[in-house]
């Protein structure tokens, strides 16, 4: 027994015989891919905390994907470095030198062959297992006390409908915290995708057939929403955004939310007020006025604009200089955009943006 471990050594010694300068390049090597690791574990780290991240779970639904995705992550971490460890030793201990017996090409071994068909198969069935609880608790019915929401894509926006509290709103969904959230998907033209990474994972919104999703916010914030299907020019601008609060908070923005738009208060409004109540009422609606909402072509309900946080699919804040920039010429804002150029005057603008912003 001694004596073949010594050969083996031996064998070893031999075999790892190397110059000073293949020492050094090795040494070399060795350092830049650590340096490398270290930038990519900064950059994992830095996504970590970003708000459109899968890193940092906020939901039931984000954390079984999340935790799924840590198996198949450590799996696979073993596979690269049992691979990579095993290729670079034996090109080390079996490559041609000096004295070496030369390479020999064999068939058929069938102990081998056994073993790494048995390998991938205890790994693909490890995976398989949990996929498919998370499937089954991710893809299930809603529990019966969900917050009922209809969402729908639109080119390039979001509607947000909430048939039992009887209020729609655009770009920016209201959630309490701690009560699972029942959403349905739907598409106004093409294919869209839902998806918020911190609280529920894509799902498609597919003209003529509606999909459903369903999640549990963990903690209030504000949380960032994306088109994941590219459905055309602002594919990209196509955001919106999730605000998880207290019940006390989202019950009070529902109250807001519900009432009909106030009377405008002012000269400058109320001027604006005769521009949205006929120009902008071929597309959009604001409950509380004469706009007309029998139209196809339906832009955001605009009953509460002034309290939403951004303008556009959250391609701007909403503040009064970004809406004057924005009617004044919505595609060079976001391009493609289904709002035309209106050629309003200035004046005609700042009393557009003087009612919008009342409109809280
Ligand atoms: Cu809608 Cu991409």
Not at 236 to 256: L, S
């Amino acid at each position: 027994m001694t004596r073949e471990l010594l050969k083996v050594l031996a064998f070893l010694e031999e075999c790892l015989r190397f110059s000073p300068r293949s020492i050094v390049l090795t040494l070399i090597s060795l350092v830049v891919v650590l340096a490398l690791t270290w930038v990519l574990w900064i950059i994992f780290e830095g996504s970590a905390s970003h708000l459109q991240t899968t890193f940092n779970p906020k939901s039931d639904n984000t954390e079984s994907i999340h935790d799924l995705y840590m198996i198949v992550w450590v799996l696979s971490g073993f596979v690269m470095v049992g691979v990579l460890t095993l290729t670079m030793a034996f090109s080390l201990i079996f490559r041609e030198r000096p004295g070496a017996p030369p390479a020999q090409q064999f068939h058929g071994n069938s102990r081998l062959e056994i073993i790494w068909t048995l390998i991938p198969i205890v790994i693909v069935v490890a995976i398989a297992i949990p996929s498919f609880q998370v499937i089954l608790e991710t893809e299930g019915d809603p529990p019966a006390n969900s917050l009922e929401i209809v969402a729908t894509g639109h080119q390039w926006w979001f509607e947000f409908e909430y048939p039992k509290e009887n209020l729609i709103t655009a770009n920016e969904l209201h959630i309490p915290v701690g009560q699972p959230v029942s959403i349905e998907l739907r598409s106004d033209d093409v294919i869209h995708s839902f998806w918020i990474p911190q609280l529920v994972g894509k799902v498609d919104m597919v003209p003529g057939h509606n999909n459903h999703l369903w999640f549990t916010p963990y903690e209030p914030g504000e949380y960032y929403g994306q088109c994941a299907e590219y459905c055309g020019t602002s594919h990209a601008n196509m955001r919106f955004r999730v605000i998880v609060e207290t019940q006390e908070g989202y019950d009070a923005w529902v109250a807001n939310q519900t009432n009909d738009a106030l009377p405008a208060v002012g000269t400058e409004a109320q001027a604006g007020e005769k521009i949205a109540t006929t120009l902008c009422a071929a597309c959009h609606m604001i409950r509380g006025t004469s706009t007309n909402t029998a139209f196809a072509i339906k832009g955001p309900d605009l009953t509460h604009v002034g309290s939403r946080n951004h303008i556009a699919a959250v391609t701007m804040e909403n503040n009064s200089e970004n809406l004057a920039q924005w009617l004044k010429n919505p595609p060079g804002v976001k391009p493609g955009s289904r709002m035309p150029v209106l050629a309003l005057s200035d004046e005609q603008i700042s009393q557009l943006v003087a009612y919008l912003q009342e409109l809280q």
